[in-house]
Every structure is written in C-alpha cells, then in structure tokens.
C-alpha cells in the first residue's frame, strides 16, 4: 500500500481493491511499500534509507507470513527500477511469486540504455513473476526491452 500522505492514484485506488479481495475470502496483509513522492520533501538520503528499510520490513513480514503471493505497486522510471531491484533483492522472496502492477510505466525510456540500467531490468525480469500493465502501448515497449507476453496481464 502507498503511504496515505503519498501523491498519486494508488492512494485512492488501492484501498478499495484490498476491500474487495478481502471481501472475496482471501487472507490479505498490508503494509507501506515505499512510494514515490509525499506531500513533504523527500531528500535523496531519505529515499534511500525509507527503500532500504521497506525492504527489511518485508524481509521480516515474509519471513513471519509465509505469503502465497507477493503484490507491488510500481511505475517503470529511473527511481522505481532501483527502488524495486534493491527491495526485492532485500526481501529475498525466493520461493514465493511476485506481481507486480505498474502504472506510467515508461519503458520506451530505457532503450538503449546504460549498462546499469539493462542490468537492473533484466534483474527484474528475472525476479518477478508477473507484471501488470494499463494500455497495449506501455506492453508494446516492454516487449522491446525482452519481456515475454505470458508475464504480463492487463
């Protein structure tokens, strides 16, 4: 879940889809994934701490839980890629699947890209399991990138 004090729509979308979920049956744990900007100043040693911290948390949240089933909100930029390789590599989830759905994602930016940069993708690529996507335009340039249809669902 986003912060409550995070900008942006999976403020006020996520909740809900946690409701309904939850109203299907299924047992669901929340918690704060880092999320971009807040309404307050975010310094660079602060993402960095805030990133390294979300991902111990979830270390011990997994460890504790055992989930079936790993759910991220995520966009496809500069920050949310090395947000997400440093918090799935600090997670550790190994056996257990991860989703995640983006939203903005702008993969068309990556072409071509620096060597970090195509490490880091290929990292995610390997380590989840599932992708969610808004338009066919946003998948057309994952595609681009060397991601496989059959991880993607709209």
């Known amino acids: 879940m986003p912060a409550l004090d995070s900008l942006g729509g999976p403020t006020s979308s996520e909740p809900s889809f946690v409701d309904a979920l939850?109203?299907?049956?299924?047992?669901?744990?929340t918690d704060v994934?880092?999320?971009?900007?807040?309404?307050?100043?975010?310094t660079f040693f602060s993402r960095i701490l805030r990133v390294l911290r979300t991902g111990f948390r979830f270390r011990k949240l997994i460890r504790d839980?055992?989930?079936s089933l790993i759910?991220?909100?995520?966009?496809?930029?500069?920050?949310t890629i090395l947000r997400d390789a440093a918090s799935i590599f600090l997670m550790s989830p190994r056996d257990i699947k991860l989703f995640v759905k983006l939203h903005g994602g702008m993969a068309e930016d990556f072409n071509g890209t620096n060597y970090l940069f195509r490490w880091l993708i290929?990292?995610?690529r390997e380590n989840v399991d599932g992708w969610g996507?808004?338009?066919?335009?946003?998948?057309g340039e994952f595609f681009k990138l060397g991601f496989d249809r059959p991880d993607f669902s709209l």
């Open 22 to 29: 939850r109203a299907k049956g299924l047992d669901i744990i």
């Open 33 to 42: 994934y880092v999320y971009g900007e807040k309404t307050a100043t975010t």
């Open 65 to 67: 839980h055992r989930p």
């Open 71 to 79: 759910f991220l909100n995520s966009a496809f930029d500069r920050r």
């Open 122 to 124: 290929g990292y995610l």
């Open 133 to 139: 996507y808004h338009t066919r335009e946003e998948l």
